[in-house]
């Protein structure tokens, strides 16, 4: 597969696992309109791309990501924040979101603000014991948008998100941890290499069913139960006529671990 050179990311493509570090060290990975367009891009190379069965997420240097960059919104008057969110952060949520493919947050340093809930937006977060998550926006007098109002209450509950908001209070790793903001704390070192043979392992998957899976938690999170009975019939039709299904049943037949193909 061939892979774009970005601006803003830097992309390696190893074992079925795409990974997109996003690469502003100086800002800790502060989201300019370069690095959102440069990100958009390659999330949509993710999606597309039947090579990529397993998407990680990271930052360079001491930070994940700190959210917007400031630098582009202090002294410019009034700000067209609904412009910038429709146009920019939220097709990246969407994305994030919907791609029928796992996607994990290595999350090495300071998320804050959109940093924050970009990471909250993939599907399973590997922290750094160095890691900090901070919903910051009130402390410039803003909601926690990209997500936020969505993801936090769901992860840790209403009161913890409330908590998180209005005190804009850093939450360390073993603290994400305990309240479910996070699936594994691991120590600083480790982080890559643990994501990566977590990532591997879900890039050898039944990348279909697990799309489907995803489909299936998104459709529910806003069901009823009679909808989401209904809908998880019409999902098992399809992850049913998957080859990997086909290799699954085959393998445990046959005393084996199963190939799956990712169709
Ligand atoms: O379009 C839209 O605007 C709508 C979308 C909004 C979404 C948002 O994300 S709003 C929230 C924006 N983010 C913030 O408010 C966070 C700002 N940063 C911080 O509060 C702190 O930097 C951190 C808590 C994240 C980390 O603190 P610390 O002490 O570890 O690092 P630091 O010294 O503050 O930052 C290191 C450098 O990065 C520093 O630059 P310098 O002094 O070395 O030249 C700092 O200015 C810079 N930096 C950090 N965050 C940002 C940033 N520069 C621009 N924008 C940033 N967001």
Do not use: W
């Not at 936020?148 to 994400?176: C, I, M, N, Q, S």
């Amino acid at each position: 597969m061939e892979l774009p050179r970005y601006e803003t990311l830097l992309v390696d493509a190893d074992a079925g696992v795409l990974t997109v570090t996003l690469n502003r060290p100086d800002v800790l990975n502060a989201v300019n309109e370069q690095l959102s367009a440069d990100l958009l891009d390659a999330l949509r190379l993710a999606e597309r791309e039947p090579a990529v069965r397993c998407l990680v997420l990271t930052g360079a240097g001491r930070g994940f990501c700190s959210g917007q960059d400031l630098r582009d919104r202090a002294g410019v008057g009034e700000v067209a924040y609904g412009e910038s969110l429709r146009r920019r952060y939220n097709p990246i949520v969407l994305r994030l979101r919907t791609m029928e493919k796992p996607v994990i947050a290595a999350v090495n340093g300071v998320a804050a603000g959109a940093g924050c809930n970009l990471a909250l937006a993939a599907d399973l977060r590997v922290a750094s014991d160095r890691a900090t998550f901070i919903e910051v926006f009130a402390r410039i007098g803003l909601i926690p948008d990209s997500g936020g109002t969505y993801h936090l209450p769901r992860l840790v509950g209403l009161a913890k998100a409330f908590e998180l908001a209005y005190t804009a209070e850093p939450v360390d790793a073993a603290e994400a941890l305990r309240i479910g903001l996070v699936n594994r704390v691991v120590p600083h070192d480790d982080l890559m290499p643990a994501t990566l043979a977590l990532a591997r392992r879900l890039a050898e998957g039944p990348t279909r069913g697990y799309g489907l899976t995803k489909r299936g938690f998104n459709f529910a999170l806003g069901a009823t139960l009679e909808a989401t009975l209904a809908y998880e019939a019409d999902l098992q039709t399809i992850a049913g006529r998957t080859a990997d299904h086909r290799e699954g049943v085959t393998a445990f037949f046959e005393k084996r671990p199963p190939r799956f193909e990712g169709r």
